[in-house]
């Protein structure tokens, strides 16, 4: 997180909390001005940003950091789109974020994956099965006496107006 922070300060951001979706922002907006206006509605942020919340479906992208998940996503998309003039401009986000190469290339392995699968027929399918918790023993107990107590909390009436 130090150094996203770092990276914000360069690039005169003030951002409290630095979250892979603030980052998409950031770099989204300084990737979009070297982009010609006629070409600007093809990068789209709202895709870009859908393709983040399926990635944070994933518990493995908790792992990454957010700028290079950030980062991940637009150089995926601008692959994807052909924007050949802007993997410069990637390239140079990536230098200035001091972001590995081969970090880099690992996330967009697994994003591109990621976002393969939740395309698929079979991710829009539901699942039949009961979703199961694995917890440790002390957690089961603790989730047991918690539930007497949330279970059998008086409801509140609504109020008819």
Known sequence: MRMEKIVLEKVCWKVKATTSFQFLQLYYSLIRENLPFERR?????????????????????????????????????????????????????QKHSKINCRDLTF?????????????SNKCSKPNVQKLKWIVSGRTARQ????????AHLPTIPETGS
């Open 41 to 93: 509605k093809n990068l789209s942020f709202e895709r870009l940003e859908a393709q983040l919340k399926a990635c944070h479906c994933r518990i493995m992208f908790s792992k990454a950091k957010p700028s290079v998940l950030a980062l991940s996503i637009i150089a995926l998309e601008i692959q994807e789109q052909k924007f050949i003039e802007l993997m410069e401009g990637v390239e140079c986000l």
């Open 107 to 119: 996330w967009q392995e697994l994003v591109a994956k990621c976002l393969t699968e939740y395309s």
């Open 143 to 150: 989730l047991k006496h918690s539930y007497y107590k949330i």
